[in-house]
């Protein structure tokens, strides 16, 4: 059985930092790619950035490409989203999902398995 859990939310003021980990199990990453993803109060779920293990490869959304770094977490079977220069808009709850493969998608629609979110709230 396939599970996700996402740790390391927590609030942070504007301009500060905050690291989230997605640990997997029952799963082999190496044939994966693990995407994150974000919902604020009454928005559709967006597309943070995804960890393909084929290759060590990286994807990010625009809104965050220049403030987040995903990166594989060699100590526990996951990754974590390392996030830099928070703003307000980056409030919500963050998930880590896994599709089968070596395509990165976007869309949440594409990935089979999600944790459970983790709140991260940034005070202004």
């Known amino acids: 059985q396939v599970q996700l859990v996402e740790s390391g939310g927590g609030t942070m003021q504007a301009g500060g930092s905050l690291s989230l980990s997605c640990t997997a199990s029952?799963?082999?990453?190496?044939?994966?790619?693990m995407g994150w993803f974000r919902e604020a109060p009454g928005k559709e779920r967006e597309f943070v950035g995804a960890?393909?293990?084929?290759?060590?490869?990286?994807w990010y959304g625009d809104s965050v490409k220049a403030r987040m770094t995903i990166f594989r977490d060699t100590a526990t079977n996951g990754v974590v989203l390392q996030m830099n220069n928070l703003e307000a808009e980056d409030t919500a709850v963050y998930y880590c999902?896994?599709?089968?493969?070596?395509?990165?998608?976007?869309?949440?629609?594409?990935?089979?398995?999600w944790g459970q979110g983790t709140q991260v709230t940034v005070s202004s």
């Open positions: 960890f393909r293990w084929s290759g060590n490869t990286t």
């Open positions: 999902a896994l599709v089968a493969g070596t395509t990165i998608y976007t869309l949440p629609r594409a990935y089979d398995y």
């Open positions: 029952g799963v082999t990453l190496r044939s994966y790619v």
